[in-house]
Each structure stands twice: as structure tokens, then as C-alpha cells.
């Protein structure tokens, strides 16, 4: 039996819907996917499932959800009927919405941990996509391993991508060279260190942009917004778009190797900045043996369509790493 990987990109919101619209046409419980010639059954065969961005926010759902199918996800939880994912579900008053997640944010700071700007952002995203009270708060990557149905290997191993980034580069554009980095329901670590130690999260990144028309509903949010802000900004957070974990889980560790290993603070970006947004890395390394790879591209930067770039950019990180990841070669 070959070994099966499908990877899914980032893109935000958008990324997230066609991921689902893969998800649900790849899943055999999904009715009419498995007749003559649907690929129904294709989830179930696959061994990993890797995503980054706009495409973890879907995996993240159906995973810490108990693998549950994308035809429930719509039926009993995803609600975007407000049309802006800053005014939270219709479910919920919007300053409740805010409110819940500004005392969240503030608990974690009085708590001594460092907060930054993802914290919002996995804030809101758990009253979208995680069926839990308090939008699951007290959720993590590592969730997930306590599910019945991936006890029982039910499910892919889902692999969530994030790029490492120097704490004094983090207002800088990241480059196609920094650190990849993956998250697993049991581990933290990195694509060429090796397994390092538990330390899960759930990385959330890139989002909507502020709706424009409807002036009181903008000036209420930029109100929201700004209090949820002022939850994150204090003396042990001055980060903007990177996640900060303190203490740094890699510190000392690797020091001849690892770029990190002297930095007591661990700051991480989005995985698809950089280019690679389709999360292939994780899938090409050679010790996995996959032997093929199902790519979901869900950001067109040319008339809405892909243009490839992603794939190009994976092809040439390679090749200063070939001992260790397998790609096929790609002309000029």
C-alpha cells in the first residue's frame, strides 16, 4: 500500500472553506463521495495530513472536534453568516464576543505567560470552529491525542506548519530560509533537529480584513479591537503578527546547529510566510516515505488562481537540504 499525504494551504477564511470543500469530498462517510469515479475514501487511506494558515484553522476544527465530518461542521457549528469574522458568531452578542476574549487574554498575562497578537486571533477563531463552552480555552494542539477517534486511527497524523523567527527579526519580512517547525498532537519540533519534546499550541495566523460598510459596526470593532490589544501589549510582549513562547522549549538544545538555541524566547510566524504555502516540508521528509502527496493551493495571486509559486518555493529550499527531503525536479 503506498503511504498518502495530503497537505492544505493557507490563505485565510477562504483557504479554510476550499480545505473543507477537499476534506469533505476525499471522506468516505461524506454522501455520494464514494460512487464511480468521486474520490471518497482517499482521507481514510492517507497517513498524514499537513496544514498551514487559513488551512489550520479547518484541520484544527475537525480534529479537536473528534474528527467530526464536514457536513456536521456546517450543520451544527460553523456559523459566517455575520459576514465578518471580527463580529463573531451570530450566536453571540458582539460585546460579550469581546469581552470574553479580552478577560481570556488578560488571564494569561496575570498568569506570567508572554501574549502576543495570535492570542486574538485563537481567540476568535475557537468561537468559529471549536464546539466547546468558553470557545475552548483551555484546548491545545495536544487535545487531540485524547480523542477516541485518533486513539483508534481513524484519522491521518494531522501536521500543522509554523516558521521560526529570531525575536530582534520579527518585524522583518520572513525569508524561504528560516527554521520550519511542526506541530503534532504530541510534540513540538523541528524538521531538522528531530524530535525535540511535547510543547503543542494551536498556531492561528492572517484573517479578514475589518468590514468598511457598516461605520458604527467599524467603530465599535476598532473599539473591541483596541481594548483586546491593550490585553496583549505589556512589558513581556512587544511583537506584532509573531507568537512568543517563553521559555524557549529549544533553548540550549542543538547549540552547533540550531539558530534558536541561545534565544530564551521562541518567536513563530505564519508557515506559509516566506512562499511555501502549501505545507509539502513536512511530507518530503525521507525517513516518512510518502509516496504521494495530495496539494490543496488555495491562494491565486493572478486572477484568483494559483500561480505555483508555492510548490517553486518548496523545489528550492530543497535544494540546500537534499539529504533529507525528496522533490521532484522542476525545470527552469
Not at 539558530?259 to 518530503?284: C, H, M, S, W, Y
Request: with cysteine; hydrophobic share 35%.
Amino acid at each position: 500500500m503506498p503511504t498518502i499525504g495530503i497537505a492544505i494551504s493557507g490563505g485565510g477564511l477562504p483557504a479554510a472553506l476550499n480545505g473543507a470543500g477537499t476534506f469533505k469530498a476525499f471522506d468516505s462517510r461524506t454522501e455520494g463521495a464514494t460512487a464511480k469515479g468521486q474520490l471518497g475514501g482517499l482521507l481514510q487511506s492517507a497517513t498524514y495530513f499537513s496544514a498551514l494558515s487559513g488551512g489550520s484553522w479547518m484541520l484544527g476544527s475537525a480534529y479537536i472536534n473528534n474528527f467530526m465530518t464536514v457536513s456536521a461542521l456546517q450543520e451544527n457549528l460553523w456559523d459566517f453568516s455575520r459576514g465578518n469574522i471580527f463580529a463573531g458568531p451570530s450566536d453571540i452578542d458582539q460585546r460579550e464576543f469581546w469581552g470574553n476574549i479580552t478577560a481570556q487574554i488578560k488571564a494569561k498575562r496575570a498568569a506570567g505567560f508572554v501574549t502576543s497578537d495570535p492570542d486574538v486571533w485563537g481567540r476568535i477563531q475557537g468561537y468559529f470552529f471549536f464546539n466547546a463552552s468558553h470557545s475552548g480555552v483551555d484546548y491545545t494542539w495536544s487535545s487531540i491525542a485524547k480523542n477516541q477517534a485518533f486513539q483508534d486511527a481513524e484519522m491521518p497524523l494531522p501536521l500543522v506548519v509554523v516558521k521560526g523567527q529570531s525575536f530582534d527579526k520579527v518585524l522583518e519580512e520572513p525569508t524561504n530560509s528560516e527554521l520550519i517547525y511542526e506541530v503534532s498532537p504530541w510534540e513540538f519540533s523541528t524538521l531538522f533537529m528531530g524530535e525535540i519534546r511535547r510543547y503543542c499550541w494551536n498556531p492561528q495566523n492572517g484573517g479578514p480584513a475589518i468590514s468598511k460598510q457598516n461605520p458604527q459596526e467599524a467603530q465599535f470593532l476598532k473599539f473591541a479591537i483596541g481594548e483586546v490589544i491593550s490585553a496583549v501589549n505589556s512589558t513581556n510582549s512587544t511583537l506584532t503578527g509573531s507568537a512568543a513562547y517563553e521559555p524557549n522549549p529549544f533553548y540550549q538544545y542543538n547549540t552547533d546547529s540550531s539558530p534558536f538555541a541561545q534565544d530564551k524566547r521562541l518567536t513563530i510566524v505564519d508557515g506559509g510566510e516566506g512562499g511555501q504555502n502549501v505545507p509539502f516540508e513536512p511530507l518530503i521528509q525521507r525517513k516518512r516515505n510518502v509516496d504521494v502527496i495530495f496539494g490543496v493551493d488555495s491562494l491565486g495571486s493572478t486572477g484568483s488562481w494559483p500561480t505555483g509559486s508555492a510548490i517553486l518555493s518548496t523545489y528550492e529550499r530543497t535544494l540546500d537540504d537534499l539529504a533529507n527531503t525528496s522533490f521532484p525536479y522542476i525545470p527552469d
